[in-house]
């Protein structure tokens, strides 16, 4: 099998200069650049359809999730938000994008040797394209945080300067790093220590220490203890409507059987889709129980189920998330980008995860499946918790959110060398500020876009256009 790419007949310094050569196309000037409010579809229409196909029961707490803030918002938002990147300058460089990568979709979680790493953390909407539209949701979601936040416009530049900035330097390093020292590069915690204790007091170290301390609780046995319990002699998922409600609530008897008979043959086919190990482990596990679960912000209303499995006994679980995979918002109902190749919406979260990831979950898998109504849907399997952790974004400082963002801006570097042409895209950016600065404007005019969006949404509340559920 070949293992020639198409990088093998131009060498590094070819490929640096076709980067710097992209500024024809698209000037880093260019990039500040937001579509105008004449060329662009009406918000609220972009996410009203994409609720069609979500549970029509759900969709109004989404609506409410995304009312709470600006940055709550633009958090839900990320179809509105794909489509207008659609419209603005790109280099033509492209790489595996998260599609979505905000600030809050970034944290920790345990690698398979058990130790905590910082990557990204939501692949729902990967997809090959532009890898700037990246950059651009960073920048713009450092710039709608900071404002929810009361931070000045300088110190919000700021931010999105280490942000950005991170990103142009960490990416010229990888241009200098040979393919297997970029693959196999990762933020292990014990290596983000050392950068905080260089650059934040002891106030923001400890309460860093604090965040990997919960992180390390949130495991399958913290989420075993806190969602499940024994009803009638039976470790049963317990039942917290609407956000969780065990499936023998949702549906008679009949249909309950029947989904969950579905459900198993999920689970049985898509241990096909994990490694041989993995799967052996996962074959240790029995069926328990099942419900659905409210999870996000702008998934909310996509189905969505916790599966409660057992292995050597009932103290020894296992919970799954079971996530519908609905096709991403940059190849959506209107497509911004060229279809990829896969076989359905979970097998392209999957394998977008592992393209990203430095360290990914052993029971990260896919599988399609017929639903009680007869319609098929795509679904991708992880392990509910697994030593995860977020950053509280409403608590930052400026100078929490600058180092915060400067280490996202890293790791989106990393995981963007991993599937672009790390020396293109280097030579695009250069050694300058340029790029940089373009974002900062870039970032300010999208806030005040999202706000306007914002505003938008709540106008179609307030008349009944869409419903709310407020307060879950």
């Known amino acids: 099998m070949s293992v020639r790419t198409a990088h093998d007949d131009i060498g590094?310094?070819?490929?640096f200069a076709a980067g710097r050569s992209a500024r024809a196309r698209a000037s880093?000037?260019?990039?500040?650049g937001v579509p105008a409010g004449d060329d662009r579809p009406d918000p609220v229409d972009v996410l009203v359809g994409q609720s069609e196909t979500r549970l029509p029961e759900l969709v109004p707490i989404r609506y409410g999730r995304m009312l709470v803030s600006p940055f709550a918002y633009f958090r839900g938002a990320a179809a509105v938000m794909a489509s207008d990147l659609a419209r603005t300058p790109d280099s033509g460089l492209t790489c595996q994008l998260c599609g979505d990568a905000h600030l809050c979709n970034f944290g920790v979680f345990a690698s398979p040797e058990r130790r905590l790493v910082f990557d990204v953390n939501d692949f729902d909407e990967t997809h090959p394209g532009p890898w700037e539209w990246d950059v651009k949701r960073l920048a713009a979601s450092l710039a709608v945080a900071g404002r929810d936040n009361g931070f000045r416009r300088k110190v919000r530049a700021a931010v999105v300067l280490a942000a950005v900035g991170r990103y142009r330097r960490a990416m010229r390093r990888f241009a200098g790093q040979g393919n297997a020292e970029v693959w196999y590069a990762?933020?292990?915690?014990?290596?983000?220590?050392?950068?905080?204790?260089?650059?934040?007091?002891?106030a923001q170290r400890r309460r860093f220490a604090a965040a990997q301390a919960r992180a390390r609780t949130h495991d399958s046995m913290q989420a075993f203890r806190k969602l499940t319990a024994v009803v009638g002699g039976c470790r049963r998922i317990v039942s917290d409507p609407p956000l969780l409600v065990p499936v023998s609530e949702l549906l008679p008897d009949t249909d309950r059987i029947e989904l969950e008979s579905q459900v198993r043959d999920l689970l049985a086919a898509y241990a096909g889709t994990l490694a041989p190990d993995r799967r052996r482990l996962?074959?240790?596990?029995?069926?328990?129980?099942?419900?659905?679960?409210?999870?996000?912000?702008?998934?909310?209303?996509?189905?969505?189920?916790?599966?409660?499995?057992?292995?050597r006994d009932e103290h020894d679980p296992l919970l799954l998330q079971v996530k519908e995979a609905p096709p991403s918002v940059l190849a959506g109902r209107v497509p911004h980008v060229s279809a990829?190749?896969?076989?359905?919406?979970?097998?392209?979260?999957?394998?977008?995860?592992?393209?990203?990831?430095?360290?990914?979950?052993?029971?990260?898998?896919?599988?399609?499946?017929?639903?009680?109504?007869?319609?098929?849907?795509?679904?991708?399997?992880?392990?509910?918790?697994?030593w995860k952790g977020s950053a509280v974004v409403e608590t930052m400082d400026p100078e929490a959110m600058r180092v915060y963002g400067a280490l996202c801006g890293w790791t989106l570097a990393?995981?963007?060398?991993?599937?672009?042409?790390?020396?293109?895209?280097?030579?695009?950016?250069?050694g300058g500020d340029a790029f940089d600065r373009a974002m900062v404007e870039f970032s300010e005019r999208y806030a005040d876009l999202n706000e306007r969006d914002y505003g938008r949404l709540r106008a179609a509340a307030r008349s009944g256009r869409v419903a709310v559920r407020e307060g879950l």
């Open 28 to 32: 880093r000037e260019s990039q500040a």
């Open 414 to 430: 990393r995981a963007h060398a991993r599937t672009g042409d790390r020396l293109a895209i280097a030579g695009y950016l250069g």
């Open 282 to 311: 996962f074959e240790g596990y029995r069926f328990v129980d099942l419900a659905r679960k409210v999870v996000g912000v702008g998934s909310v209303g996509t189905r969505c189920w916790v599966v409660l499995l057992s292995g």
């Open 12 to 15: 590094p310094a070819a490929r």
């Open 186 to 202: 990762r933020a292990d915690v014990e290596e983000v220590d050392v950068l905080l204790k260089e650059q934040v007091g002891a």
């Open 340 to 386: 990829g190749e896969w076989r359905s919406e979970g097998e392209r979260v999957v394998c977008g995860q592992r393209l990203m990831q430095s360290a990914g979950d052993i029971f990260l898998g896919w599988q399609t499946v017929a639903g009680i109504d007869g319609r098929i849907r795509d679904f991708y399997v992880r392990q509910l918790r697994d």
